[in-house]
């Protein structure tokens, strides 16, 4: 099974940082890399698809990039809404797993 | 919009059968286009994939699960289901049903709200 390393589990930021998240794979995973976010309480929510894509009225300030074993979510500059959890999550190998989350903080 | 709703009792006791349902409205399983999935999630074991199914009922299950979970479609009903037999207290978790989005298998778009399925006797 794939597994899927996040950094740092927690990450302390104000209002207008930008944001790095990151997910290495445990192999090769090519693209076939997503981005979920959760607040409490609620479901996740797929954000990017295929380490770029964005899924839709996903805002601009949010992208992917990555390839093989290491991506990265970034944040351009962070907004309120912003702080959450955040998941990566591969599909190129069965069982499809998740990272295991970092968590956005407001310094 | 798709929606999607589980149920199913909170509470199990260990080595009992957990089953719960997922009943989907905006979308038609039946009509083919997508894959419905089964994810647990819980504080010691984090996001889980459990398996997924296609409305012809082809299945695909995590391997960590597989000897206990059966994951079925009913089409007349536009609902799908999981069971999982011989739980423990490793087992309790928010339980949750989705749908790949318009990206292909493997993509979550469409969450149930999740239900926390708690296994203690």
């Known amino acids: 099974e794939v597994l899927l390393t996040q950094s740092p589990a927690t990450l302390s930021l104000s209002p207008g940082d930008r944001a790095t998240l990151s997910c290495t794979a445990s192999q090769s995973v090519g693209t076939s890399l997503a981005w979920y976010q959760q607040k409490p309480g609620h479901s996740p929510s797929l954000l990017i698809y295929?380490?770029?894509g964005r899924a839709p009225g996903l805002p601009d300030r949010f992208s992917g990039s990555g390839s093989g074993t290491h991506f990265t979510l970034t944040i351009s500059s962070l907004e309120a809404d912003d702080f959450a959890l955040y998941y990566c999550?591969?599909?190129?190998?069965?069982?499809?797993?998740f990272g295991q989350g970092t968590k956005l903080e407001i310094k | 919009q798709v929606q999607l709703q589980e149920s199913g009792p909170g509470l199990v006791k260990p080595s009992q059968t957990l089953s719960l349902t997922c009943s989907v409205s905006g979308d038609s399983i039946g009509r083919g286009a997508h894959y419905w999935n089964w994810i647990r999630q819980s504080p010691g074991r984090g996001l889980e994939w459990i398996g997924y199914?296609?409305?012809?009922?082809?299945?695909y299950y995590n391997p960590s699960l597989e000897s206990r979970s059966t994951i079925s479609v009913d089409t007349s009903k536009n609902q799908f289901s999981l069971i999982l037999k011989s739980v423990t207290a490793s087992d309790t978790a928010v339980y949750y049903c989705?749908?790949?989005?318009?990206?292909?298998?493997?993509?979550?778009?469409?969450w149930g709200q999740g239900v926390l399925v708690t296994v203690s006797s």
């Open positions: 199914i296609y409305y012809t009922g082809d299945t």
């Open positions: 999550q591969q599909r190129s190998d069965w069982p499809y797993t």
């Open positions: 989705a749908r790949d989005g318009n990206y292909g298998a493997g993509l979550l778009g469409f």
């Open positions: 295929e380490t770029s």
